[in-house]
């Protein structure tokens, strides 16, 4: 739950970049502070937890039956 947390909130930060060039991160003061940084290392820390235990907890891909 909270890798997906995690991944929720740097998703939502890719659209605020994208849309209004505007970082989540700047609420804590930038790159420049630690917080933020260590925020965004445990999001991509959890995209690459999600990314290598997918298949084990995704029902479709855990199937053999899918044809692609």
Same mark, same amino acid.
């Given at each position: 739950?909270?890798?997906?947390?995690?991944? @929720?909130?740097? !998703? &939502?930060?890719?659209?605020?970049?994208? #849309?209004?060039?505007?970082?989540?991160?700047?609420?804590? %003061?930038?790159?420049?502070?630690?917080?933020?940084?260590?925020?965004? @290392?445990?999001? !991509? &820390?959890?995209?690459?937890?999600?990314? #290598?235990?997918?298949?084990?907890?995704?029902?479709?891909? %855990?199937?053999?039956?899918?044809?692609?």
């Amino acid at each position: 739950m909270l890798t997906f947390s995690l991944l @929720v909130i740097g !998703g &939502l930060n890719w659209l605020f970049v994208g #849309l209004f060039s505007w970082d989540i991160g700047t609420l804590f %003061g930038g790159m420049d502070v630690t917080v933020s940084r260590v925020i965004y @290392v445990l999001v !991509g &820390l959890s995209a690459i937890y999600m990314l #290598l235990t997918h298949k084990k907890d995704c029902k479709t891909c %855990g199937t053999s039956n899918v044809a692609m």
